[in-house]
Each structure stands twice: as structure tokens, then as C-alpha cells.
């Protein structure tokens, strides 16, 4: 299994920072996790967000692209639907060139309505217009309708679709499913059997919501505060424009005790081994190549950041490789 990191370019109003140097940060962070030894590198998306959370992945993974050499590089995830699919096949290919093959391009259909108020887009319709914009994309790499072409003949699509029925969907499309929960699998190669594509070439990878660290009791007090606000921001926006209720605060002590049944119901916060021992169960006999972790936790600092990567790299990369 391989090891990645993420980055969401979040800077919180209480630990507020120069955005340029956020950048510039994050940009070093891409360079020192390829020299430590990441397998991958990927980068996602929201709009509107107080914290100025990365609105353009592709754009990021451009300059990511630029300053590394062996990493790959992709989007986990970005939104296909708000975006006409020509202009998405054009910034992709880019990406892969610039990076000479190095890109993985991880599509979602998104969640919240301020975001398709912003673009004009239909939120209704997302699902529908995410799948036939996968068939749109090969049609334009595989017939030449945009230029240039990019340097894989066949870009990875890696669809970041949830629960049974999502899985289900990405098989049928015969595209890669962005997840590393084993209980996805089943639905996923009975997908794919359905749309005649062949079980064997099934391909998973996915996010671990965890911060890893050689002393948890030391650096819990220093690290909760950040995943209190991760966490509370996140379920705050998905409810906007919806008229439904604001979740009320996490503790996030009891994130940190609960086991995962889902997006935001916990935070894995321990030692390298025992990640490593969690990863492996939550991901069973699915076949799960690749698994990544945030490099930061909103707002954390440099020093923070930066011994986080050394740690997911140099202890628990080893873990999950070997």
C-alpha cells in the first residue's frame, strides 16, 4: 500500500497567516515529502469557505508539478460538475504534461449549494452531469478534441463516490473509486461487473481522517483545537443554504475515542503502528493501492506541519509499504 499526503490550503481566522506564505509553505511541504519518500501528493477543492480553503487543485498541482520530480500528483477531490468538462480536459492535460504522466484526476459531484449558486450550476442534476462528464473526458483525450493531449494514454479517474450505490456507480463507469473502505468493495466489483469491465482491474485509494504522531498524550492538547474547528467548519457549510439546522460544536475528545463509520464521525490521533494496524483493517482485502493523510490539520503551524510529513513518511509509510 502506498503512502500520500493532502493538502487543503486552510487558514483559519484564529491562527490566520500571510496566504502567500501558506503557499509557499505548502509548496516546500510537496518538496520535502517527495524527498522523504510520499508516494503521492494530492490536493481538494471548496469554495467560499472563511478560511480560504484551495478553490483550484489543478492549479496547485501545477505548481506541485513544477517543483517535483517522482510524486504523483492528484485531486482528492475536485468538483467536475462546476466546471465545463472541455476546460477541465484542457487544465488536466496540462497538469500531465507538466508533470510528464505524473497526474491522478479525482472528480466528485460536491455537496453544498453555495458553491453551484457561485457557478451557476445545477445541484440537482450533479450525479448525472459528473457521469457523463467521465465519458466526456475520454472522448476528448482519446479523439484529439482538445489539445494537447496528455502524456498518459489513459488518465486515471478516480470517482469520489460514497456509500453502496456510489461505488456501485463508479464500476459501472469502469473508473478507479476513491475510497479505502473495504465495505465499498463488494458494491464496486459487482459495479464493475455490470458495466462489463473486468474485477481484476479494480483500483481503490482514499483519505484517512488521522494525525500521526510518536506521543500522542504530548501533542493532543496542541493538535485539538484545530480538528475542533476542522470538523465543526466542515459540518457548519454542509448544512448553508440548505435551511436545515447547524450541527451542534464536536467534542473532540470523543472523536478521537470513536471508531470511523464514516466521514466525520472520528479522528484517528496515535502512533504510526497503530494507524498502520487501523488502515489495514479499514481497508481488508479491497484493493486499495494508495492511502493519504492531511499534512496539516486547519491552521496548524510550520513546525507542526512539518514534523507531521517526517513522521507519516520516515515511520509510517514503512509500515504500510513493507
Same mark, same amino acid.
Given at each position: 500500500m ?9 487558514n483559519?481566522p ?12 505548502a ?5 520535502? /515529502?517527495e524527498?522523504l519518500? /510520499? ?5 481538494s ?6 478560511d ?8 496547485f498541482?501545477?505548481a ?5 520530480r517522482r ?27 507538466i508533470s510528464?504522466g505524473?497526474?491522478?484526476l ?5 455537496y453544498?449549494t453555495p ?6 450550476a445545477?445541484?440537482?442534476e ?6 457523463a ?8 483525450w ?8 496528455? =502524456?498518459?494514454a ?5 470517482l ?6 456510489g461505488?456501485? #456507480? ?11 473502505n473495504?465495505?465499498?468493495w463488494p ?7 455490470e458495466?462489463?469491465h473486468?474485477? #481484476?482491474?479494480?483500483?481503490? /485509494?482514499?483519505?484517512?481522517e488521522?494525525f500521526?504522531?510518536?506521543?500522542p498524550e504530548?501533542?493532543w492538547?496542541?493538535v485539538a ?8 467548519s466542515? #459540518?457548519?457549510?454542509? =448544512?448553508?443554504?440548505t435551511?436545515?439546522p ?5 467534542d473532540p475528545?470523543?472523536?478521537?475515542s470513536?471508531?470511523? #463509520?464514516g466521514p ?11 494507524? /498502520?494496524?487501523? =488502515? ?11 492511502v493519504?493523510?492531511?499534512a496539516?490539520?486547519a491552521g496548524?503551524?510550520?513546525e507542526?506541519?512539518a514534523?507531521?510529513?517526517? =513522521?507519516?513518511?520516515?515511520r ?7
Amino acid at each position: 500500500m502506498k503512502v500520500g499526503l493532502w493538502f487543503d490550503l486552510r487558514n483559519p481566522p484564529p491562527w490566520r497567516r500571510d496566504p502567500s506564505r501558506l503557499y509557499a509553505f505548502a509548496l516546500e511541504m510537496c518538496e520535502e /515529502a517527495e524527498r522523504l519518500g /510520499a508516494d503521492s501528493l494530492w490536493f481538494s477543492e471548496h469554495h467560499l469557505f472563511e478560511d480560504g480553503y484551495l478553490p483550484q487543485p489543478l492549479t496547485f498541482a501545477a505548481a506541485a508539478a513544477a517543483r517535483t520530480r517522482r510524486v504523483r500528483l492528484g485531486t482528492g477531490i475536485l468538483i467536475g460538475p462546476l466546471r465545463k468538462t472541455a476546460q477541465l480536459a484542457e487544465e488536466a492535460a496540462i497538469v500531465d504534461l507538466i508533470s510528464d504522466g505524473r497526474l491522478d484526476l479525482g472528480l466528485g459531484a460536491g455537496y453544498r449549494t453555495p458553491e453551484y449558486d457561485l457557478f451557476g450550476a445545477e445541484l440537482k442534476e450533479r450525479y448525472r452531469t459528473l457521469d457523463a462528464q467521465v465519458g466526456e473526458l475520454r472522448r476528448f483525450w482519446g479523439e484529439g478534441e482538445v489539445t494537447p493531449a496528455p =502524456v498518459q494514454a489513459d488518465l486515471p479517474i478516480w470517482l469520489g463516490y460514497q456509500g453502496p450505490k456510489g461505488a456501485r #456507480r463508479a464500476g459501472r463507469l469502469g473508473e478507479c473509486l476513491l475510497t479505502a473502505n473495504a465495505e465499498s468493495w463488494p458494491h464496486y466489483r459487482d459495479g464493475l461487473a455490470e458495466g462489463g469491465h473486468d474485477p #481484476r482491474g479494480a483500483r481503490m /485509494a482514499g483519505g484517512i481522517e488521522a494525525f500521526v504522531t510518536d506521543d500522542p498524550e504530548r501533542d493532543w492538547h496542541a493538535v485539538a483545537p484545530h480538528v475542533t474547528y476542522q470538523f465543526d467548519s466542515y #459540518r457548519r457549510y454542509m =448544512v448553508e443554504g440548505t435551511g436545515r439546522p447547524v450541527p451542534r460544536p464536536v467534542d473532540p475528545d470523543k472523536l478521537r475515542s470513536r471508531s470511523s #463509520r464514516g466521514p466525520l464521525t472520528s479522528f484517528l490521533f496515535d502512533t504510526p503502528e497503530n494507524v /498502520a494496524a487501523h =488502515v489495514r483493517e479499514f481497508a481488508g482485502e479491497a484493493p486499495v493501492e494508495t492511502v493519504w493523510f492531511g499534512a496539516s490539520v486547519a491552521g496548524l503551524s510550520e513546525e507542526m506541519v512539518a514534523r507531521h510529513v517526517e =513522521v507519516i513518511c520516515k515511520r509510517l509509510r514503512p509500515l504500510l509499504t513493507g
